[in-house]
């Protein structure tokens, strides 16, 4: 038994397939500055709104994307999620600016300049003013105005791009922007939020035809929030009630997709109540979720089940300030994946969120998810050690655990 004890421990690679894509992401009004026409903007910037405070100039990401590229490819990772913010390229029902679209293909021929593919999402969270005030996604017609500025969009941007997430979360924009009231437009109605849930899967249908047609040869997934779930003794059926309404209807959407996207951060646990926190005395993360890097694999793992389709993992990560702890969840999450290979899903890649410490919506900027650090009084870029780790587990192809 002594020999047992004493004998080294061995430290297994855990190697992913070919072509296999790292990168990490940012969303258009986290990071760009001065998104001013959408209903972001205008919730954030009203004191009766639950927020930390206003975006302002974020992390300035508009006119410094280049050098924001050029510390992503130099530490090894081959692509880059971000997003086309809408109320940029249609500022007015059916206006379209030119040079907005213009500097997206330019993102996109950017990164692929520097060897980081594009994956491009055309809603983030984020609608535009005018949108919003004819019903936003209460109103049938928005899913026909979004394929519309998805197809404009993409036609613009194609031969520059290979990957495509329709929207963001929508499963969490119709939780949170019209049942829990934390996000625009702050609604509280389950009829409403039923209502936007279908608006947003039409939205996500039309918009996946129109991608196709702008772009052929284009892969075109959704970004769905997907997360480990756990049920207290009795309340198992309550668990499956939520489960559905919060994403199951979602993935059910994907059908006909070429990928799906999951984005996993923590597991939920389901008492006789509905959602709860951690269990007591779990070790939780710098927003209150549980650390549980193994909620991606068993997130990656059902979403492949229920859908039968190629998973890109397009965010995960944690909001701490400890960076060692950030090295350590990303390297147990990457983990949580080699059962997933095992059993044959079919892995596109794995997209850290973030690429920079960035506006996190109501919660503003205290949050520190970034593999970059942001000072966002001098827009001083400082790379953190989990940044440099990544990139090394990019260049390799593959992970040795702690």
């Known amino acids: 038994m002594t020999g047992v004890n004493a004998s080294p421990t061995i430290r297994i690679r855990m190697a992913f397939p070919a072509n296999f894509l790292w990168g990490a992401g940012t969303a258009a009004h986290q990071v760009e500055g001065d998104n001013r026409a959408n209903d972001w903007w205008e919730w954030e910037t009203d004191p009766n709104h639950p927020n930390a405070g206003p975006?302002?100039?974020?992390?300035?990401?508009?006119?410094?994307?280049?050098?924001?590229?050029?510390?992503?490819?130099?530490?090894?990772?081959?692509?880059?999620?971000f997003s086309v913010e809408w109320?940029?390229?249609?500022?007015?029902?059916?206006?379209?600016?030119?040079?907005?679209?213009?500097?997206?293909r330019g993102v996109c021929e950017a990164a692929r300049a520097r060897g980081l593919e594009p994956v491009v999402t055309f809603h983030h969270f984020t609608t535009p003013a005018w949108v919003a005030r004819l019903g936003g996604w209460c109103d049938r017609?928005?899913?026909?105005?979004?394929?519309?500025?998805?197809?404009?969009?993409?036609?613009h941007l194609n031969g520059t791009f290979q990957l495509a997430c329709?929207?963001?979360?929508p499963n969490v924009v119709a939780e949170f922007?019209?049942?829990?009231?934390?996000?625009?437009?702050?609604?509280?109605?389950?009829?409403?939020?039923?209502?936007?849930?279908?608006?947003l899967i039409a939205g996500h249908r039309q918009a996946?035809?129109?991608?196709?047609?702008?772009?052929?040869?284009?892969?075109?997934?959704?970004?769905?929030?997907?997360?480990?779930?756990?049920?207290?003794?009795?309340?198992?059926?309550?668990?499956?009630?939520?489960?559905?309404?919060?994403?199951?209807?979602?993935?059910?959407?994907?059908?006909g997709d070429d990928f799906v996207g999951v984005q996993n951060y923590t597991r939920l646990h389901v008492g006789p109540g509905g959602i709860q926190g951690?269990?007591?005395?779990?070790?939780?993360?710098?927003?209150?979720?549980?650390?549980?890097?193994?909620?991606?694999?068993?997130?990656?793992?059902?979403?492949?089940?229920?859908?039968?389709?190629p998973v890109l993992v397009t965010e995960?990560?944690?909001?701490?300030?400890?960076?060692?702890?950030?090295?350590?969840?990303?390297?147990?999450?990457?983990?949580?994946?080699?059962?997933?290979?095992?059993?044959?899903?079919e892995l596109l890649g794995y997209l850290h969120w973030s690429a920079l410490d960035s506006f996190e919506w109501v919660l503003g900027y205290w949050p520190k998810y970034g593999l970059i650090e942001v000072d966002h009084d001098t827009q001083v870029r400082t790379t953190r050690a989990s940044g440099r780790w990544l990139g090394r587990v990019a260049r390799a192809n593959s992970v040795v655990p702690a």
């Open 208 to 255: 996946v035809a129109a991608i196709r047609r702008a772009a052929p040869g284009v892969r075109v997934g959704l970004a769905l929030s997907i997360n480990e779930w756990a049920a207290l003794r009795g309340s198992e059926e309550r668990m499956l009630e939520l489960r559905r309404s919060m994403e199951d209807d979602f993935l059910e959407a994907t059908r």
């Open 316 to 345: 995960n990560g944690i909001c701490t300030l400890d960076d060692a702890e950030r090295i350590e969840y990303t390297q147990g999450a990457l983990r949580s994946l080699e059962p997933c290979l095992a059993a044959g899903v």
């Open 177 to 199: 922007g019209y049942e829990l009231g934390i996000f625009p437009p702050g609604l509280r109605d389950r009829t409403r939020k039923e209502l936007a849930t279908k608006t």
């Open 55 to 81: 975006s302002g100039r974020a992390c300035e990401h508009w006119t410094r994307y280049e050098a924001d590229l050029d510390i992503l490819a130099g530490l090894g990772l081959n692509s880059y999620r």
């Open 278 to 309: 951690p269990p007591p005395g779990s070790r939780t993360t710098q927003t209150g979720f549980e650390f549980r890097p193994e909620a991606l694999g068993a997130a990656v793992r059902r979403t492949a089940e229920v859908t039968g389709l």
């Open 141 to 155: 017609a928005t899913a026909d105005r979004f394929a519309r500025f998805c197809e404009t969009a993409a036609a």
């Open 87 to 104: 109320s940029r390229v249609e500022p007015a029902d059916g206006e379209f600016s030119e040079a907005a679209l213009d500097h997206y």
């Open 166 to 169: 329709t929207i963001n979360e």
